[in-house]
């Protein structure tokens, strides 16, 4: 089982769409976790943390669930410019505190 | 603040070649990463610094690829000889801590393109 796991997709959805994607970990340890998005042929830039508690920031909700290991991503009211890849991170507790990248989930809004 | 700097941006070479990419990290980040990424992959991690020293290299493919962080700034990595698979983007990475939530900022980039 890959440590970091997510549907590649493409999610292809409408403006003004609910999406949400998921990610499962594989690491019980885990303890810090990120989404990141990657525009198209761009470097990864951090959207948000991932709190135990939930966060939300604006149209973006991401939720933590520690008991099924994974996290997810709540996207509400979808803009063309939310089109990206969407990079799930996951960082250990201890050891060498190694930030773990899934493979992205594709992310099409389309008019 | 200046960015993570990243040089070559753009590298095409034939296999058995050999190829350096340079980073500059941001200014007071202890730690340094650099990740391969292929064509519809993540990143995928080949080594860490904390300062000058390793943190973890486990899945630098060692006999041919070698990285440095001499004064814990700058970072190199060289791979030598190149194979076709290692076509990808070369991103490197820095964070103000290793520990905790620490956020990786990153460089735009080497896409290496081997023949």
């Known amino acids: 089982r890959k440590e970091v796991e997510q549907d590649p997709g493409p999610f292809n959805v409408p403006e003004g769409a609910t999406v949400a994607f998921n990610c499962t970990y594989s690491?019980?340890?885990?303890?810090?976790f990120f989404w990141y998005r990657q525009d198209c042929r761009k470097e990864p830039k951090l959207l948000m943390s991932?709190?135990?508690s939930g966060n939300e920031d604006g149209r973006f909700t991401a939720q933590l669930n520690r008991a099924s290991q994974y996290i997810s991503l709540l996207i509400r009211d979808s803009k063309l410019s939310d089109s990206a890849t969407y990079l799930c991170?996951?960082?250990?507790?201890?050891?060498?505190?190694?930030?773990?990248f899934g493979r992205g989930t594709s992310l099409i809004v389309h008019p | 603040e200046a960015g993570v700097a990243q040089s070559p941006r753009y590298k095409i070479i034939e296999k058995r070649q050999s190829v350096a990419f340079w980073c500059n990290p941001i200014s007071g980040h202890a730690t340094l990463y650099w990740y391969q990424q292929i064509l519809g992959q993540g990143p995928k991690l080949l080594i860490q610094f904390q300062n000058n020293g390793v943190v973890d290299d486990s899945q630098l493919p060692k006999d041919r690829f070698s990285a440095e962080r001499l004064k814990g700034v700058d970072s190199t990595l060289k791979i030598q000889p190149a194979k076709l698979e290692d076509s990808a983007v070369y991103l490197c990475?820095?964070?103000?801590?290793?520990?905790?939530?620490?956020?990786?900022?990153f460089g735009e980039g080497s896409r290496l393109t081997v023949l």
């Open positions: 990475a820095s964070s103000r801590r290793t520990s905790g939530g620490g956020e990786l900022f």
């Open positions: 991170v996951v960082k250990p507790s201890g050891g060498s505190y190694i930030p773990t």
């Open positions: 991932v709190y135990s």
């Open positions: 690491n019980s340890a885990s303890q810090s």
